[in-house]
């Protein structure tokens, strides 16, 4: 797993964080103002990458939140069998199983080329190339 930390007052829109353990691409971040003797604090909904499930966390502006490190990679198909796709990557050449999504069953073939994310271990089919 790769990751890094870092405040929650500094992640943006369309950036990624790690809530309750699942990776999560930021929709919106709210914050308020400080109270009298309080500090500012975030409010952040985020989808997640792997499974569209919604988060929502509230916390100080100032406390640490982690960051998925998302590596993006390329791969040949080999083969397809029903909704799994034996690909091989084009830069170490490892072949693996890889579950084809909803949205791109029928469009995987043979020999075409897809892009594939790593998000905390996890190799996800992301598109075609």
Known sequence: ???????IGSIK???YIIIDGVACRVVSVQTSKTGK????????EAIGL??????????PSHDKAEVP????????VLSVN?????????E?????????????????QENSNVVF???LGIKVLKQMK
């Open 37 to 44: 003797h309080g500090h500012a604090k975030a409010r952040i």
């Open 92 to 108: 170490t050449f490892e072949t693996f199983d890889i579950k084809i999504p909803e949205e791109l069953k029928g469009k995987v």
């Open 1 to 7: 797993m790769t990751i890094k930390t870092t405040d």
């Open 117 to 119: 994310w790593i998000i």
């Open 82 to 90: 029903n909704d799994v796709a034996n690909v091989m990557d084009t």
């Open 13 to 15: 829109v369309g950036g």
């Open 50 to 59: 792997i499974n569209d499930d919604k988060k929502v966390i509230v916390k």
């Open 69 to 76: 490190i998302v590596e993006k990679k390329s791969a040949q």
